[in-house]
Nanobody
Framework: QVQFVESGGGLVQPGGSLRLSCAASGFTLDDYAIGWFRQAPDNPDNERKGVSCISSSDGTTFYADSVKGRFTISRDNAKNTVYLQMNSLKPEDTAVYYC?????????????WGQGTQVTVSP
């Protein structure tokens, strides 16, 4: 069974850091692009928005404008895990964070969503 398990979320003060992990089981991560998405509690359309993605081929990374310079995505294929290092966190980063896989970062068919991990940024 293909599955992701996200972890590493928590409560942190503004300006703090967290590192999220996305561990895969049932398939090999290095065959896929892996994206991080988030779903904010005040999101009126309740959709998951893309935060970052790392390609399978050459490790090219992509970031939403709102997190550029603060977040870093990386992958450890030996551990079948992708990470999201989040620095200089802001209250607007509060959300449930998910990872998912697709053939490329430009794909429209991300799948194998995990249960998510809650990130709360608050004084």
């Amino acid at each position: 069974q293909v599955q992701f398990v996200e972890s590493g979320g928590g409560l942190v003060q503004p300006g703090g850091s967290l590192r999220l992990s996305c561990a895969a089981s049932g398939f090999t991560l290095d065959d896929y692009a892996i994206g991080w998405f988030r779903q904010a509690p005040d999101n009126p359309d309740n959709e998951r928005k893309g935060v970052s993605c790392i390609s399978s081929s050459d490790g090219t990374t992509f970031y939403a404008d709102s997190v550029k310079g603060r977040f870093t995505i990386s992958r450890d294929n030996a551990k079948n895990t992708v990470y999201l290092q989040m620095n200089s966190l802001k209250p607007e980063d509060t959300a449930v964070y998910y990872c998912a896989a697709d053939k490329s970062c430009a794909g429209r068919d991300f799948h194998s969503w995990g249960q998510g991990t809650q990130v709360t940024v608050s004084p």
